[in-house]
Nanobody
Framework: QVQLVESGGGLVQAGGSLRLSCAASGSIFSINDMGWYRQAPGKQRELVAG???????NYAGSVKGRFTISRDNTKNTAYLQMNSLKPEDTAVYYC??????????????WGQGTQVTVSS
């Protein structure tokens, strides 16, 4: 019943910008934390940025100052604004959200991923 859909990935030159969107839909009671993760070839999936339901944010050191995570609770959507992109940012980016479908418990949901490729 719950689905996360990412959009906004693509090919960009170094120094360019992209904005990723993650829209949650379905039978949602509440959304707690949301976050963006990425996985590059040969590497483990890593947290890029996270945001709480109240808007508190945290970032990986490698993207701090360049990326900004935000959310619009009226739209059940999270965003990742990526500026000054580097080839090292090339990865599949995944949206994650902790969502309650009832009053009882939370579950983690993942989007399908969107490819971001930064050329030199």
């Amino acid at each position: 019943q719950v689905q996360l859909v990412e959009s906004g990935g693509g090919l960009v030159q170094a120094g360019g910008s992209l904005r990723l969107s993650c829209a949650a839909s379905g039978s949602i009671f509440s959304i707690n934390d949301m976050g963006w993760y990425r996985q590059a070839p040969g590497k483990q999936r890593e947290l890029v940025a996270g945001i709480t339901s109240g808007g508190r944010t945290n970032y990986a050191g490698s993207v701090k100052g360049r990326f900004t995570i935000s959310r619009d609770n009226t739209k059940n959507t999270a965003y990742l604004q990526m500026n000054s992109l580097k080839p090292e940012d090339t990865a599949v980016y995944y949206c994650n959200a902790r969502i309650a479908t009832s009053r009882n418990g939370l579950n983690d949901y993942w989007g399908q991923g969107t490819q971001v490729t930064v050329s030199s």
